[in-house]
Structure formats: C-alpha cells, structure tokens
C-alpha cells in the first residue's frame, strides 16, 4: 500500500493524499485565473467607436496578486511515519543497551521489552507483519466469547477480565492513522497488560496455597499436641468385648508401613494411636488379620468365613486361639453399611461404620456398648 510523501498517512494510490495536495492544486488555479489579458486596441479592431478604446485607456492599470501557497502540515493526532521511526530508532538499541548493562536486567526485561518489540512495527513497515498483527483481533475477540460462556472459576475471575481488557485496549488503538504504527502500539499494549494480568494471577495463586499449607500444617500441630497429650481413656483394656480390636478403639484408617505392606493405625477417643492390624494368612494360606496393641503385643486376630446360610461374618479370637465373639456386616435403616459386633454368648458388644474424614481419607469409626 503506498503512503503520502509529506505526512506518511496510507493511500490508496498517488504519491499523495488530498489534505496535502489540495493547496498546490488551488495555488495553481489563482496562477492560471490571475494571468494579465491584452485588451483590444480601436485601431486593431475594425468598426469599434473611438470613445470604447478611450475608455479602455482610460480605464486604471491594476496589478494581478498572486497568492502564496499555504504551507503544507500534517493532520491527525498523530506524527509523520518518518518521525515516528526515528523516535523507535533512538529508543529500542538505547533500551536494549540499558537493560544490557544495568544491575536488574530481569526487572528492565519486564518494564522495557514490550515497548521495545512495539518499536519493530514502526522501524520495519512490513505490510506481513501489520496484517498479522491485525488477525489478532478476531483471535481476541473469540477467547473472549469462550471465557463469556464458561462457568468456570478460572475462566471467571481470570480469562474474562485477560480477553475482555485486550479486546478494550484492541478498540481503543483504531483511532491511529498510521498502520505500521497502530500494529506496535496495539502488540506493545496487549503485551503490558498481559503481563500485569499473569503477575497478578501468579500472586493470587501464591496466596490460596500459602492459606492451604498454613491450614494443613495448624491441623497436623492439633494433631500432634492431642497425641502427645492425650493419655488412655477410663474405658481399660476389654479385647473380649471390643470385637478383636485393640483396646479402646474409637476410630481405624487404613494406611501402608514403611516397605510399603498394608495396615490399619487403630486410634482411642483423643486420637492416640493404640494399636494395628495387618492382613497376612494361616499355615494354610487362609486370610486373617492379626490385631496388635501399642507396645506391638498380639492381643487377637481375625478371620472371614461364612455362617450356616452362607453370609458373610468374621470370627474374632483372643491372642491364645480361643474364640471371643464375630462380626456380621449389614447395613442401617438408610442403608449405609454398619459392621455389627457380638461377643460369644450373641450379645452385640459394637459397631462399625466406614466414612471419610475432612481431606476425604477413608476412616472406620467405632462404637461401644457401656461396659456391663
């Protein structure tokens, strides 16, 4: 596309646009109109009466005025293309050259790149680079529509204000003459503002896990102070009514040992840990659970089987092999699963049932009969 001589401004052909021909084209007209005309003389024209050339000589020589053409000047809110490439000319090497040798070149970086890759539309007034850097406004304006319809709280508290703010500064930049200089203002812009929007969401992101972890570090301190803390309950070691668990079992989770081996941490009232279970098998390779206390002593173990009809149960039996009780599982009059606990004579001495704690880790917790 060419461009006017005198003020840069696109046109469409010519060598200029019509703001600036327009007082050359008028100084030549007052030229042509302004030229002196030879009146006739009598004796040159034949039949004419004597008092019309006296009148003629009579008449006052006048002087034609010829007009100065006005000095051509350059419209719009904006300098000539010229001007505006030597201004990027001097500021991107003398921006370079700073950020080069100051003592904070990430910082400079950050403050001074986008303005000095801006300046390479203007120096370059390539017609490739400026129609890519037009296509951006339907790409824009596109993940802003997407960010629109998404629920999402990413989407809402960050893309929205990201595209929305672009396709803003995108608009505010049509008012450029210039093409060349409208493409680096518009990347330069997008680039600013993309960079606050990043360090901002970065910071906020920096602050939500900061919360987190001061949040999981407070709960493992609790956590600790009530192990450390809490001393053994009033309800004494009673494995023959406690369904095989250790004594004072109030809660279960399952976990893994340091080689990786499944277990149980079996935890009392106030969180202390009182004992394990870990699943192995029999001589004959049956599975089984074998129950411990705190000090690792065995106190009982556990093991499936069915009853008569073919339901599911599992005996519990003292450290010596005798048996002290069973566990049938069944579910509640809502129907979540409860595991009911009985000890030899058929008297229900407990329950159990599987939930989750706060993090969604799973957890069993117990329940007791009073001690008769």
Not at 121 to 132: F, I, K, S, Y
Request: overall charge positive.
């Amino acid at each position: 596309m060419p461009y006017c001589k005198t003020c840069g401004t696109p046109i469409p052909s010519g060598t200029q646009c019509s703001p600036c021909a327009q007082p050359q084209a008028s100084a030549a007209t007052t030229k042509a109109t302004a030229s002196p005309t030879t009146l006739p003389s009598a004796a040159s024209t034949p039949g004419v009466i004597g008092t019309t050339a006296t009148a003629a000589a009579a008449a006052p020589a006048t002087t034609p005025s010829i007009p100065i053409p006005a000095r051509a000047t350059t419209s719009g809110k904006f300098p000539a293309l010229d001007a505006v490439r030597i201004g990027a000319g001097i500021f991107a090497p003398a921006a370079i050259v700073w950020i080069v040798f100051s003592p904070d070149p990430a910082s400079w970086s950050l403050l001074l790149g986008p303005a000095v890759i801006a300046c390479v539309w203007p120096l370059a007034g390539n017609d490739g680079m400026t129609t890519w850097a037009e296509k951006l406004e339907g790409w824009l304006k596109a993940k802003r529509a997407k960010a629109g319809a998404s629920d999402g709280k990413l989407a809402k508290f960050f893309f929205r204000p990201l595209y929305g703010g672009s396709a803003w500064i995108w608009d505010k930049g049509a008012g450029i003459g210039n093409s060349h200089l409208r493409a680096g203002v518009r990347v330069g812009a997008l680039l600013y503002f993309g960079s606050i929007m990043l360090f901002l969401g970065l910071m906020v992101g920096y602050i939500v896990l900061a919360v987190v972890l001061a949040f999981l570090f407070l709960m493992l301190a609790l956590w600790l102070f009530s192990v450390a803390n809490g001393g053994p309950d009033n309800e004494g070691p009673l494995p023959r009514r406690r369904g095989g668990y250790p004594p004072r079992a109030r809660e279960s989770r399952p976990t893994t040992d340091f080689f990786g081996n499944p277990k149980t941490d079996v935890y009392d009232k106030s969180g202390k840990k009182v004992g394990e279970m870990r699943p192995t098998t029999d001589f004959f390779g049956n599975p089984k659970v074998d129950v411990y206390d705190n000090t690792g002593k065995k106190v009982g173990e556990q093991r499936p089987t069915t009853d008569f009809f073919g339901s599911p149960k599992t005996d519990v039996y003292a450290s010596d092999g005798s048996k002290i009780g069973e566990s049938r599982p069944t579910t509640d009059f809502f129907g979540n699963p409860v595991e009911k606990h009985y000890d030899q004579a058929g008297n229900k001495v407990g329950e159990s049932r599987p939930t989750t704690d706060i993090f969604g880790n799973p957890v069993v917790k117990h329940e007791w009969e009073e001690k008769k």
